[in-house]
C-alpha cells in the first residue's frame, strides 16, 4: 500500500494522536487550529488509509506483575525433515508448511510474546517476551519455544532497566 500525502497539519494530528489518543475531535481541531468538520474528515482518511491502524490503552506491565523482560533470539531449522511434522514424525501430512510457518502460527498462540520480528544475520526471529518472573520465563521456555519442532537455538537476554520505551512513531 502506497503511502498517503500528508502535509504538516496530517502530522501535527498524528503527533497529538500518539501523545493521547482520548482526546476528541474538538480538542484535536483547536490544537491544529482546524474546524471540527475538517479536522474529523482529515483523521478519517489517515484511519481508512491504514497510516492510523487502531487505539489502544497502554498497560503498566510492572503493575500487572509481568516484572521480566527479555528479548529471545531464535534460531530455526532451515530444511525439511522429520522435524517439521514433529520429533520422528511423518512430514507429509504437512506437506506445504515451511519451519518459519509452522513458527509463525506457533508465535500468534504464545501471549509470553508481545512483539515478534523476522531478522537478519545468524538469528531468524528476535522475541520480546514479558512474564512475570524467571520461573514463569523458564516455563514459557521449555514448555513452549524450545518444544517446537522447528526451533534449534535460543539465545536470551534481560532487561535489566527500561531507559526509553515509547510507542510514538518520529513524525517528521
Known sequence: MPNIEMDA???????????????????????????????????????ESGVIRGYVALLDAQRLGLDLLAYVNVRLEKRGGPSLGGRGENTSARIGSTHADLFRAAVQTWPEVVACHA????????????????????????D????????????????????????????L
Not at 513452549?144 to 513524525?171: N, R
Request: charged share 25%.
Open 9 to 47: 497539519i496530517d502530522r501535527r494530528i498524528l503527533a497529538i494522536l500518539q501523545q493521547d489518543g482520548r482526546l476528541s475531535n474538538q480538542e484535536i481541531a483547536e490544537r491544529v487550529n482546524l474546524s471540527p468538520s475538517p479536522c474529523l474528515r482529515r483523521i478519517r482518511r489517515l484511519e
Open 119 to 142: 531478522m537478519t544475520g545468524d538469528m531468524d526471529y528476535l522475541l520480546r517476551v514479558q512474564v512475570e518472573d524467571m520461573a514463569h520465563f523458564s516455563r514459557f521456555v521449555q
Open 144 to 171: 513452549q519455544l524450545l518444544h517446537h519442532p522447528s526451533v534449534i537455538d535460543v539465545k536470551t537476554s534481560f532487561s535489566l532497566e527500561k531507559i526509553k520505551e515509547t510507542t510514538a512513531l518520529p513524525i
